[in-house]
């Protein structure tokens, strides 16, 4: 921990120093040249295995626990300095080429972190000299006993995307081959460690309701006694007047946008009324079946299909390179950000055979400017029942 410390102490420092100027000449390059091979000196956690590569004048430090204990989940980081003179947009990618042995090679799966906003964590802007830290991926623990090994995570690729902020608004990639990573596994016999099994729950159901004499419906959700409009019902129409309409006096008085740990919580209830044993992090991102569940992405073809009878379908994609369905609505508000805009949906590519559930970022918050509803909007309420 003392080792932490005295690092972070340097990148303190070399912040402060990074934006240091003299009348008439700024000397922050030959500074900050100086200090990244300070900084690439300087002492690590024991436990933690390091690797550097700099591509296109971002360099990265990738770091790893060199061991783990059975039982236990970690995650892939890296600390990025940007050598440039200018801020810089960038997307960083990391992943294994081909895939992991080892006598663990099936004790975990892997997940790309998502951010607050169903962003990913990986696209920063970087200041120059001024270090990031991020999250590349985590690893979860799911092998149903806890024993001794090693895991191998074979030739792994780092990825560096610029966007463009300058020149012009495309992307510029390049990459570079990393070392192969080795990971100890060692059996503590941790006792907190139990293999997930989904919980017990009712399926939704759709009840017929009739709103100032128009016939239609809602989904009444027994395991919170929310009851759920269609998405169709505000489809086409501007969101501060759909407000309005929740407040006293109005048509769906009593109603509210749901939030994200609302919508998480709708397609949990629904995932695991159908017997599907998937954990929480497995679902809603965008790159979640990558590196494993691809039975369980088959099982969720018919899940979606079976929200589509309750919820609508939204849209409908009929062409020779993609054909689907999907069910998306306008979700409001996050644990860090209440007022923040996303977007819950729920597919189903015909074409593949597989069913997805995301959530994800809409562009802005909202507040100054209406949002027209083209979808639709995931609303609900407190049931009468």
């Not at 922050?28 to 024991?46: A, K, Q």
Request: charged fraction near 20%; charge should be negative; glycine fraction near 8%.
């Amino acid at each position: 921990m003392g080792q932490s410390n005295h690092r972070n102490q340097h990148l303190r420092r070399y912040e402060m120093i990074s934006k240091f100027q003299t009348s008439g000449q700024c000397y922050r390059g030959l500074v900050r040249n100086c200090l990244l091979t300070i900084l690439l000196l300087l002492p690590y956690e024991l436990s933690a295995q390091t690797m550097t590569v700099e591509i296109d004048g971002i360099q990265t430090t990738i770091q790893y626990p060199a061991q783990v204990n059975a039982g236990e989940n970690f995650s892939v980081t890296a600390s990025v300095v940007n050598t440039t003179d200018r801020h810089e947009l960038v997307m960083i990618s990391w992943a294994p080429r081909n895939t992991m042995t080892g006598s663990h090679a099936s004790s975990y799966r892997m997940f790309r972190p998502v951010l607050e906003g169903g962003t990913s964590s990986s696209r920063v802007m970087l200041k120059p000299g001024v270090p990031r830290q991020i999250r590349l991926y985590h690893f979860y623990y799911e092998a149903d006993t806890l024993f001794s090994g090693e895991l191998f995570i074979n030739d792994p690729i780092l990825g560096i995307a610029k966007s463009g902020i300058y020149n012009d608004r495309s992307s510029n990639y390049n990459s570079a081959p990393l070392d192969p990573m080795t990971i100890t596994v060692l059996n503590n016999d941790k006792a907190d460690y139990t293999v997930f099994n989904a919980p017990s729950r009712e399926p939704l159901e759709r009840v017929e309701a009739d709103f100032n004499g128009d016939e239609s419906w809602v989904i009444v959700d027994p395991n919170t006694g929310y009851e759920w409009l269609p998405l169709s019902t505000f489809q086409g129409q501007q969101l501060s007047p759909v407000l309005d309409s929740f407040e006293s006096g109005g048509e769906f008085e009593g109603y509210r946008v749901a939030t994200k740990d609302d919508i998480s919580q709708l397609f949990l209830n629904h995932i695991y009324a159908s017997g599907l044993a998937l954990p929480p992090y497995a679902l809603f991102g965008s790159d979640a079946y990558i590196y494993g569940y691809e039975n369980e992405r088959n099982q969720l073809l018919p899940i979606a299909q079976r929200l589509f009878e309750l919820f609508g379908i939204t849209r409908s994609v009929r062409q020779p390179e993609f054909t689907g369905d999907s069910a998306a609505g306008i979700i409001i508000g996050t644990n860090e950000v209440p007022n923040a805009l996303l977007e819950a949906t729920v597919s189903a590519r015909l074409d593949e055979e597989f069913g997805g559930f995301y959530l994800g970022a809409l562009n802005g918050s909202f507040g100054a400017i209406d949002i027209f509803i083209s979808e639709g909007i995931w609303v609900f309420r407190e049931s009468d029942k």
